[in-house]
Every structure is written in structure tokens, then in C-alpha cells.
């Protein structure tokens, strides 16, 4: 295999919505939402101040159904939700899109958006 074909399947890799293995503890990040993101994120689909985060993985970002609270930044910026546009947007909100209507400076300790994340990608 080359270097290109490496990379390639690399980002193909990268790009799959919700790895069944992600590296994070799901225990340790449901206790992390529930601090950090329950106040305006419900995990049983329902939109509160925040989207859902059912099914956020492999998402369009602001595209979540019936929540009207999405910022133009959010609807413009062509994300999809993987792990690591999530673990950017987590880290700093206002820098990976600017203009963004969450209301949160960011989750600093990389190993707590990692088990955050891998809790979100079990709701389904
Ligand atoms: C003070 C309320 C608040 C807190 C705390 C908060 N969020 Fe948000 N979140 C929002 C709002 C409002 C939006 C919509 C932002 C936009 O459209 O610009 C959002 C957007 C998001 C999105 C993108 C959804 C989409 O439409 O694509 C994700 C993913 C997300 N938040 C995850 C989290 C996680 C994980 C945490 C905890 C670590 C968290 N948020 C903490 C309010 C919050």
C-alpha cells in the first residue's frame, strides 16, 4: 500500500459516523453530560435550550428535527458530527464556528470529550 492509499483510508476511516469501538468510557461520559451538558441537551430526543443528542453522530450539523434554535454559523458549516469535528466543537465551541448560539466556553480535559463523545454515540 502507498502512502496516498494509506491516507486515503485513513480519512475514510475518520469519516464513519459512529465507530463501534470509540476510545472513550461510556460510564465516565454520561456523568460528564450530565454535568457539563444535561442542562440544555436532552438524551431522549427532545429538544430543550440545546438539540438533542440522539443520533448527533454521522449528523449534518444543525439539522436535528422540529429545534429551531440553530444558529446561520451552525446551519452554514457543513459539519457532520464525528469524532473528531465533535471533540473540535467541544474544546471550543467559538472557534471551530464562530458565530454558534451555545452558550458553553468548551470542555478543556481532552479525555472527558473523549468519553463524552463515546457516550453520544451510543444513543441511537
Ligand atoms: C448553555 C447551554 C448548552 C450547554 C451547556 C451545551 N450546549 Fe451544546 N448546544 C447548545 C445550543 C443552543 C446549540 C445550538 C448551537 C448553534 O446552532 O449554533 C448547541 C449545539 C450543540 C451541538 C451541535 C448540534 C447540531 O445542531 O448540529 C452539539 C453536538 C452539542 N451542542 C453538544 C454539546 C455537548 C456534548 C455539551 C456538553 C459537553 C454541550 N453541547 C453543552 C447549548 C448548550
Known amino acids: 500500500m502507498n502512502a496516498r492509499t494509506l491516507l486515503m483510508s485513513a480519512l475514510a476511516l475518520q469519516s464513519l459516523p459512529a465507530a463501534p469501538a470509540l476510545a472513550g468510557d ?7 453530560y450530565e454535568e457539563e451538558c444535561m442542562e440544555c441537551h436532552s438524551i431522549n ?3 430543550k ?8 453522530l454521522g449528523r449534518k450539523a444543525g ?10 454559523a451552525m446551519k452554514a458549516s457543513n459539519i457532520v458530527w464525528n469524532e473528531d469535528a465533535l471533540n473540535k466543537y ?5 472557534k471551530l464556528v464562530p458565530g454558534t448560539k451555545m452558550k458553553y466556553d468548551g470542555l478543556a480535559d481532552a ?13 441511537k
Not at 26 to 32: E, L, W
Not at 49 to 56: E, I, M, N
Not at 65 to 71: P, Q, T, V
Not at 90 to 94: E, F, G, I, Q, S
Open 26 to 32: 461510556t460510564a465516565v461520559g454520561k456523568r460528564v
Open 45 to 47: 430526543g427532545r429538544n
Open 49 to 56: 435550550k440545546g438539540p438533542t443528542l440522539v443520533g448527533a
Open 63 to 72: 439539522t436535528v428535527k422540529d429545534y429551531e434554535g440553530n444558529s446561520d
Open 90 to 94: 467541544l474544546a471550543a465551541p467559538k
Open 111 to 123: 479525555k472527558s470529550r473523549m468519553d463524552v463523545i463515546a457516550f453520544i454515540s451510543t444513543l
